[in-house]
């Protein structure tokens, strides 16, 4: 029978050369402070080493996925990957809250179950694997259990947020959204959105959902503005050119 530490390291997929590394990473400081004649450290250094690795792994992969996106959006799109209810989402996935080790306090305030908590611990396996076995092998667990599980939403821009506050940077301009059209049958609808500043239609999109045509028309009218700060090719901003939908 394997004992909780052969257990976590088979949830996860891989094989620590130092298990003092791996207990370390789930040794709450509460724990430690009731150990202390142990040489025992607790987690907060390797939660420290864990985010960074974690970030730079996401800001790669994103940065080499997307091409097509400014600095601003990429920064949006970690944000997401690496926030709190996500490090949350995916230490609950492999099970982690099972084995911290909490002091008796911390037990039984609810700690296992704190999510700023369950967050550090994922951070601190992170660093943890990282000292242990050297960055490749860090990259592929975020790959695996944090990257590959993404709802498809959340590395995608957010183009209605990043219009919306262009728009509020422009005091009196009022921004709105209307769907225009909805085309084809029932089992493959698709809707056509239009996107207005004040009273001029700035973008159009399409979309098999509504939200989804509303963050074309967005990207579209994004696309507009920015021609217009540039002067444009010609002078006329796209969204006025009869964009094809």
């Not at 230490?91 to 704190?114: D, I, M, N, P, T």
């Not at 790959?143 to 947020?161: G, R, S």
Request: hydrophobic share 40%; net charge negative; with cysteine.
């Amino acid at each position: 029978m394997l004992n909780q530490w052969e257990e976590l390291q088979v949830r996860a997929g891989v094989t620590f050369q130092s298990v003092a590394l791996l207990k370390q990473a789930f040794t709450h400081a509460s724990y430690r402070n009731e150990h202390r004649k142990s040489a025992m450290e607790d987690n907060e250094r390797l939660e420290f080493l864990g985010d960074a690795v974690l970030e730079l792994v996401v800001s790669d992969h994103l940065y080499r996925a997307r091409p097509d996106l400014p600095e601003g959006e990429l920064t949006r799109m970690r944000a997401a990957i690496v926030c709190e209810p996500a490090l949350v989402r995916f230490a609950r996935r492999l099970g982690f809250h099972q084995y911290v080790r909490l002091g008796k306090g911390e037990e039984r305030s609810g700690g296992r179950e704190r999510p700023a908590l369950l967050a550090d611990v994922f951070e601190a396996f992170i660093g943890a694997l990282y000292l242990d076995q050297g960055m490749e092998p860090a990259r592929q667990f975020v790959h695996d259990h944090v990257i590959a599980v993404l709802q498809p939403d959340t590395v995608q821009p957010d183009y209605k947020t990043t219009l919306q506050e262009r728009v509020q940077q422009q005091a009196g301009r009022e921004l709105r959204y209307r769907i225009v059209e909805e085309r084809g049958p029932a089992h493959a609808r698709e809707f056509v959105a239009n996107v207005l500043i004040g009273e001029d239609v700035m973008g159009v999109g399409a979309g098999r959902s509504k939200k989804e045509a509303e963050q074309s028309a967005a990207r579209c009218a994004l696309g507009a503005m920015n021609e217009q700060l540039n002067g444009g090719l010609d002078g006329v901003p796209q969204a006025n050119r009869h964009p094809r939908v």
